[in-house]
């Protein structure tokens, strides 16, 4: 099992990280979860129902307010449904 930490233990690693890794950005546990959440998560097609229930949220709103979509998800996203609609009219 995974110990869980505080987020002022996981802060205090992910200082450490940055700084052994030269980052400037200020990493925090904040700042990882929503990472997780778009970068990771939902760019990738995973759908926010299950975003939000691997965050432990109980409403869905919650992971909205996470999950900022990226410009380049939904333009993807488009031109998968543009090709579904072109093949199905054949």
């Known amino acids: 099992m995974i110990p869980v ?3 002022q233990k996981s802060n205090a690693y ?8 030269d980052i400037k950005k200020n990493l925090t546990t904040h700042l990882a979860r929503h990472t997780f959440a778009t ?13 939000g229930k691997m965050l432990g949220h109980k409403n869905l709103r ?10 380049s998800k939904v333009e993807e ?13 054949l």
Request: net charge negative; proline share 2%; with cysteine.
């Open 5 to 7: 930490l505080s987020n």
């Open 14 to 21: 992910l200082k450490e990280i940055a700084d052994r890794c």
């Open 39 to 51: 970068t990771v998560t939902l760019t990738n097609g995973v759908p926010i129902e299950t975003v």
């Open 62 to 71: 919650t992971t909205q307010h996470y999950a900022k979509i990226i410009d």
């Open 77 to 89: 996203d488009m031109a998968i449904l543009k090709e579904k609609l072109a093949n199905n009219s």
